[in-house]
């Protein structure tokens, strides 16, 4: 998939565009992209970067980077993604501007979105606006139940399996693997930890089965309560696997939540939870 952050930077040409954040490219997401390449012509996505919500000074707890955004609209086939700096200028640009600055330069035809889908200063602008200045719009049905929103009310509950079903895929998280206390190789259970986007969603504190880089992984999300932790921390035991992380950007899916994370009356204890953790991980098998 080709991404440009300039309007310019694509050639005008025919094209079936969809508009919006894409946060964590879900089921309903994914059948706005299934209209916009039924449509016939080049498939082109226009988002943004940073979150609308960001920029206009609102916390977000995002479902995926911008750079797993962009991998995971390229795995749903798209050929070509606009990424698009939304900063006060843009967030101020009546709907009729925004149409003239972004759509027309790329020579979008066909408009396809959501029924909800508005746009532009106040979010002022909707398909019918779109429809006025000659734009082909197709208008997609919502998935019932499927929101970036409802994901996030899942995550942030650990209901990762009922949060799978809604993305349609495994729930993720990733970050890069840095430095920790290597407190898990002295217990026999070395574990890459991560260093987290500010920005993205941490599912509820607990101990997780999963995986990340084509191995099963026992994963910690939490402060480490047996060491009397306050920090928050991200840790991935993974299963049968060797090698150095250190730097690399890891992706780890959360499958199913085990349990929550507890302080032990010794450290043989907690040795003999985590071996069982190691256990259910190996068992388990992913949501979808």
Known sequence: MKVVRRPEELEQTPR?????TFDGVHLGHRRVLDAVKAAELASTVVTF??????????EVELLATIERRLELLAEAGVEEALVVEFDLELAR?????????????????????????????????????????????????LVEGVSSSRIRELLGGGEVERAAGL????????????????????????TANLRLDPSLLVPKYGIYAGAAEGHRA???IGTNPHYGGGERRVEAYLLDFEGDLYGERLQLQLW??????????????????????VEETQAAEPPL
Do not use: C, M, W
């Open 49 to 58: 970067d940073p979150h609308p919500r960001v920029a206009l000074g609102y």
């Open 16 to 20: 079936a565009v969809a508009i919006g």
């Open 256 to 277: 199913r939540r085990l349990r929550d994370e507890r302080a032990f009356e010794s450290e043989q204890e907690l040795v003999a939870q985590i071996a069982r953790d």
């Open 218 to 220: 026992a994963i910690s």
């Open 93 to 141: 640009l009546p709907p009729q501007e925004f149409v003239e600055a972004v759509l027309r330069p790329i020579g979008a035809e066909v408009v396809v979105a959501g029924l909800n889908f508005r746009f532009g200063r106040a979010r002022a602008g909707d398909l019918g606006l779109l429809e006025r200045l000659g734009f082909d719009v197709r208008k997609v049905p």
């Open 167 to 190: 993305l349609g895929r495994p729930a993720e998280l990733e970050g890069i693997v840095v430095a920790g206390d290597a407190r898990g190789g002295t217990l026999g259970f070395p």
